[in-house]
């Protein structure tokens, strides 16, 4: 079991940082809205589907929380940070 959840946390971690580069300031300057959604999704759906039953109906249920969860939170950020964040990558 310890084993099981250590894998878990290992693939949630590796795939958070997977989406967080996938979702970099060069493509959107503000999306604090878009990353809070993707990673509260993968981590709702990972909680969901540990908690109980482990039912993907869980897994589905916990995604849409922690998807409507990250985005409050993003967008939260995303309006504090008036300013527009100029974008990076090769000049």
Do not use: R
């Not at 997977?18 to 959604?37: D, F, K, R, S």
């Not at 709702?44 to 589905?60: D, E, M, W």
């Not at 985005?71 to 527009?84: F, L, R, T």
């Amino acid at each position: 079991m310890k084993h099981k959840l250590l894998h878990h946390f290992l693939i949630l971690g590796s795939s958070i940082m997977i989406l967080n580069g996938c979702t970099g300031q060069e493509v959107a300057p503000n999306n604090a809205t878009q990353t809070g959604a993707a990673t509260g999704a993968l981590a709702g759906a990972v909680i969901g589907y540990n908690s109980g039953s482990h039912s993907g109906t869980n897994a589905a249920v916990g995604a849409l929380i922690g998807t409507a969860v990250g985005a409050g939170i993003g967008n939260a950020v995303d309006n504090s940070n008036s300013e527009q964040v100029q974008p990076g990558g090769w000049q």
